[in-house]
Structure formats: C-alpha cells, structure tokens
C-alpha cells in the first residue's frame, strides 16, 4: 500500500509540474504574441500618419472586412487601401490609438478591441473634425506577419452639454 501511494504522489506531482510547465509556456507565448500585436498596432498608427495607403493597406488580410462607422462594409486587401488613398487624398488625418484588450486566442490568432481619435482636415475647405470611437478587430498571423482579418469600427456620439445641445460654445 505505501508503494502505491508513493507512486500516485510521484505520478501526481510529475502531471502538477507538467501542467504548470505547460501553463508557464503558455503564458510566455501569450505575452510574446500580445508584444507582437502592440508593436503590429504602433507601426500601423505611424503608416496612418505618415497617410502611406500601401502600408496601411497591407496591414489587411487579403480577404479581410472592414466596417466603419457609417456601417459600410469594404471588402479585400485592395479595395480597403483604396479607400484609405481616397480618404487620404480628400482630407489630412491624424490618428491616436489605444489598445485596449488583447485577447489571444493562440499564437497565430486574437481579438483586440481599443479606442481610436481621429483629427480630420477637409484639404479643398480647410473645415476640421474629430471623429473618436471605439474598434473591435480580430487579427491573424501569417508567414508575413499580422494582419486584420475583420475589423468594426463604431464612432462616438457626439458629445452634448447639459441643455442637450451639441454647440460647444
């Protein structure tokens, strides 16, 4: 009987380090790919700000969705760069975004969803706007690195005082 127990402790505690070892690994490559992804959303905010559509654009799967605000939907790598040289070449944005969470879902896959603020001047009016609003994403690794898979984007109310007006003065 005391044979038997050592072993079933010994057995216990080789499983317990296993799965500690196990979750420890997981652990460090849940945070080398959350790394990953931060430094994927910082250079994609320089290439909105730099406004180089190619780089922006390739920061999209082939086959990715991205929906904005208004509830369009824009579909494929080349008809979403498109749309960001047609915006970049009507008006001059800027961009802030905040990463908010990352959830990995394994090392080639996450959901992120963040805060985004986006300065916006008209180049024929010379009117500006701000436009600030929240994003949702799920992202994916390939052999060339990150890309978005789907992205929702969903803008801000605008922001009212007390009487229920939106005049800022």
Known sequence: ???????????????????????????????KTTAEIQDFFTQMEKSFNDL?????GSSYAKDAVMTVEDGTSVKGRDAIQKWYQDAFDAAKPGIEVSVGDIVVISSTAAQ???????????KESGESMEINGTFSMLVRKSDSGWHIVRELDSAAPPST?????????
């Open 1 to 31: 009987m005391k044979t038997f127990l050592k072993i079933s402790v010994l057995t216990l505690s080789f499983l317990t380090a296993c799965f500690i070892s196990n979750v420890n690994a997981q652990d460090d490559r849940s945070s």
């Open 52 to 56: 180089d559509a190619g780089a922006v």
């Open 112 to 122: 992120v969803t963040g805060k985004y603020s986006v300065s916006i001047t008209d």
């Open 161 to 169: 005082d007390a009487s229920g007006s939106d005049d800022k003065n």
